[in-house]
């Protein structure tokens, strides 16, 4: 009696082992995890304001050349500016990450590469946009985990107003090709 009970607890230990392995709370997230859920939602956002916005604008203008005359008609932002709008407006509600849109062939220049790492996770993101590019970096004296995320032309209006735009270094952008990158900082210290 006493060695079938004991199976048995044993039996239940297991089970209830194996399960407490797949369902474990989590108590602490790692730099990494938290850098891939902003950058998540940021694509997202970014994403829907080009397809619901940007792109049915565009071709309802084709014949517009400039961004300048995009912004002139519409009134209305191109999706870095949204982008830049948010990530300020949240580091001003004293958030502790950053983000920020970076390319290797920006229109605007203040979009260039601005650190060592932007500069190899720009590089390794355009030979490899399937792959992620993390590092750590030290700026103004504090550590930051540093996430570089591709960020692709996913409708063609990305590429077509890029290609027509007289500061852009580049006019051969395609669809889902890279243009640039989405860097989020997470700090290491607080
Ligand atoms: C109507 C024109 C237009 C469209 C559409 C557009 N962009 Fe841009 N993009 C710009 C302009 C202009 C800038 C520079 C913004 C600034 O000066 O703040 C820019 C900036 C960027 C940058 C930062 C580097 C740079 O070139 O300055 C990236 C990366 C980028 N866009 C990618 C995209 C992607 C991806 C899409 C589609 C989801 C897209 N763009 C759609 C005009 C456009």
Request: proline fraction near 6%; charge should be negative; include cysteine.
């Amino acid at each position: 009696m006493g060695i079938v009970w004991t199976a048995a607890a044993l039996g239940c230990g297991l089970l209830a082992g194996s399960s407490e392995v797949k369902s474990h709370k989590l108590t602490f997230i790692s730099p990494r995890k938290m850098a891939d859920s902003l950058h998540e939602v940021i694509a997202a956002d970014r994403e829907a304001y080009a397809r619901l916005i940007v792109q049915r604008l565009d071709a309802e203008e084709h014949r517009l050349t400039t961004t300048e005359d995009w912004r002139a008609a519409h009134g209305l932002p191109v999706p870095a500016q949204m982008l830049r709008e948010a990530g300020q407006s949240i580091q001003m509600r004293g958030a502790e990450f950053s983000y920020t849109l970076r390319s290797l062939w920006p229109i605007n220049p203040s979009y260039g590469p601005q650190t060592e790492v932007e500069q190899t996770g720009l590089e390794a993101v355009a030979r490899h946009p399937e792959e992620n590019y993390y590092s750590e970096e030290t700026l103004g004296g504090r550590s930051y985990f540093t996430a570089v995320y591709a960020d692709l032309a996913t409708l063609p209006c990305c590429a077509e107003c890029h290609n027509r735009h007289p500061r852009s270094p580049r006019h051969d952008f395609q669809t889902n090709e890279v243009m640039g990158a989405i860097v989020v900082r997470v700090p290491l210290e607080f």
